[in-house]
């Protein structure tokens, strides 16, 4: 079974701050991305396959995380594009050592917690929900600033 090294919700999933920062500061074999729709889409999948150097990139289901961590014997990143997906996951009993929250679209119903994390009021609720059961939810872009946790950012979006 996989040991997950980072669990991150970033709406782009693979991009340069993944493969030139983060995958550098926290040092993985593999990534894991959790997007319903992406499974599907093929095009997509090899962009993101492509865009990932030299890692190993699966793409799975919320409903298959657990199959995709059992695959292998590897250290990963799991990323998900939506604090919701998140979410379910943790509903679901994936043991999520840690949630680092780095890029939530803006919406209309969502209000700037921070830099490029944007969150609805629902979405708050359901990280201090996850936050509540002992795991750490913290707000990070990228690995060279600090993290913000997720009481700091309360009063911006609820």
Known sequence: MSTMKMVRVD?????????AKWIKFRPVDR????????I????????????AGDKEVDITTVADIQQALDRKDDNVMLIFKDVDSAYQAFKNGIAI???????????????NAMQGVALSPEEYDKLAEIKASGINVYLQPIPETSANSLESVEGKVK
């Open 40 to 51: 599907n889409d093929d095009f997509m999948a090899d962009i993101y396959r492509m865009s």
């Open 97 to 111: 050592p840690e949630l680092n929250v780095g890029a939530v679209q803006s919406a209309p119903n969502r209000k």
């Open 11 to 19: 709406y782009r999933l693979v991009h340069g701050q993944i493969v």
């Open 31 to 38: 990534l894991i991305l959790v997007d319903d729709a992406l």
